[in-house]
C-alpha cells in the first residue's frame, strides 16, 4: 500500500497495529469513522467493526482472512475486466 508517494513498511503496519490495541481514544476514533463509512454505503467498514469487535483471537482471525479474500477477490474482479478489455481490442 502506498500513502502520499511513500510505501507503508511492516513497522508501520505493527505500530498501527498496536495504536488501536493500546489506545482507547484512537480505537474509539476508528470505530466512529468506520461507522460513518458504514452509513454511507461502504460495506467494507461493517467488516472492519466485525474485526475490531471480535470477541476473541479466532473470531478475529477469521474476520482478518474474510477481509482478505474480499480484497484479494475484488483486485483480480478487476484484473479479469482489464483481461476481458484487451482479449476485445
Same mark, same amino acid.
Given at each position: 500500500?502506498?500513502? =502520499? !508517494?511513500?510505501? *507503508?513498511? &511492516?513497522?508501520?503496519? +505493527? #505500530?498501527?497495529?498496536?495504536?488501536? %490495541?493500546?489506545? @482507547?481514544?484512537?480505537? @474509539?476514533?476508528? *470505530?466512529? &469513522?468506520?461507522? /460513518?463509512? =458504514?452509513?454511507? !454505503?461502504? @460495506?467494507? +467498514?461493517?467488516? #472492519?467493526? %466485525? $474485526?475490531? =469487535? &471480535?470477541?476473541? %483471537?479466532?473470531? #478475529?482471525?477469521? +474476520?482478518?482472512?474474510?477481509?482478505? #479474500?474480499?480484497?484479494? $477477490?475484488?483486485? /483480480?474482479? $478487476? $484484473?479479469? &475486466?482489464?483481461?476481458?478489455?484487451?482479449?476485445?481490442?
Amino acid at each position: 500500500m502506498v500513502r =502520499m !508517494g511513500l510505501p *507503508i513498511d &511492516a513497522e508501520e503496519r +505493527s #505500530f498501527v497495529a498496536k495504536l488501536l %490495541e493500546d489506545n @482507547e481514544d484512537f480505537r @474509539e476514533y476508528v *470505530i466512529q &469513522a468506520m461507522e /460513518l463509512q =458504514m452509513l454511507r !454505503g461502504d @460495506e467494507n +467498514s461493517k467488516h #472492519f467493526i %466485525e $474485526t475490531l =469487535m &471480535a470477541e476473541d %483471537e479466532h473470531e #478475529f482471525i477469521l +474476520s482478518l482472512c474474510h477481509i482478505g #479474500f474480499i480484497v484479494y $477477490t475484488d483486485y /483480480l474482479i $478487476t $484484473t479479469k &475486466a482489464n483481461y476481458n478489455k484487451q482479449k476485445l481490442h
